[in-house]
C-alpha cells in the first residue's frame, strides 16, 4: 500500500492505512505493557523479540517517510514518537554502531518535521545531533 500511496500521493488512502496502523501499535503497546495474561490474540506481536522488533521499527520508519513525502506533517510528528518508544526498545539489543545509524536517520527526518512546522530551534538540534553522530560514525568505521 505504501508505493501505491507514494506514487500517486493518495492522502486518503495513506491516512486510513495510518489510522490502522497507529491503532495497531497502541494494541502492541498495550499487549506489550500487560504481558501474556488475558491475551485474546493468537499470535500476539512480542516487542520483546528482536525480530519482531525490528520489523515494527522498519515498518514504522517506512511510514514515517511517507508521511514525510506526502506532507502529513501531524501525523509524521505521531509516527516519531512511535519510533522513539521503539527505539528505547531497541538500544538494549543492538551495537552501538547500529543505534548511532538509527538516531542518524531518526533526526534526519525529525529535522524536516520541525523545519515543515516552523519550529526553526529544534530544527537545528536535529541537525546539531544529526551531524554529531554522523561524525562519530565516521569516526568509527575508520577504526
Known sequence: MFPFCKK???????????ETLHSHFNQIIKMDKAGEQNSKI???IKLDD?????????????QLELALHVEEWTDAHRISH???Q????VSKKKTEKEIKEIYNEFFGHLSSIF???QLY???????MNV???????KASYAT
Open 50 to 62: 528482536d525480530e519482531q522488533l525490528t520489523q515494527v521499527l522498519k515498518l514504522r520508519k517506512e
Open 82 to 84: 512511535s519510533i522513539f
Open 8 to 18: 500517486y500521493k493518495c492522502k486518503r488512502e495513506y491516512r486510513r492505512v495510518s
Open 121 to 127: 530551534l529544534f530544527h537545528t538540534y536535529s541537525i
Open 131 to 137: 551531524q554529531y553522530l554522523s561524525k562519530s560514525l
Open 42 to 44: 493468537p499470535h500476539p
Open 86 to 89: 521503539l527505539m528505547t526498545k
Open 115 to 117: 523545519w515543515e512546522s
